[in-house]
Every structure is written in structure tokens, then in C-alpha cells.
């Protein structure tokens, strides 16, 4: 899936020590089923399939913090 512009203007203005690590997530996830999209929501960046699979939650500043919302939602075989 390609990445949202909406999304690429919220960490072009996201300040934050866990940047990159928000950003490796980010990648790691888009790059994991090319039916994942993403959008903001909640003020913050929300992985979606047929719905909000998961979301960031932007304040953690010690860590990344990735709150999924449902799990094993897409169907097919998944190597990780």
C-alpha cells in the first residue's frame, strides 16, 4: 500500500525522541501486507484493513507505543 500524504505531513511535523522508531514501525507494518493502509485518526497515525487495525499513540517518549485494535483480522498466510 502506498504511503498517505496525510500521514507523511503528520511525522513531517511529529517532534518526538521516538521518531525514528515510530517511523521503523511505521515501515515495518506497510511492508508486512500490501492491504494495510493507513490515515490519521485519533490524532495520530492508524493502520487500517476494513478498519482501524492499530494505532500509535504519539505522547510515549521513552518508547514506541502501538495499540492494536483487533488481532488476526487479515485473512491468507502471513510468514511473521
Sequence with gaps: MARSKEVEAWMARYENPMKPVVQRVREIVLAADARVGECIKWQA?????????????????????LMVHVGAKIPGKHPR
Design 45 to 65: 497515525p492508524t493502520f487500517t484493513y476494513e478498519g482501524n487495525l492499530a494505532s500509535f499513540f504519539p505522547k510515549s517518549k521513552e518508547h514506541a507505543s
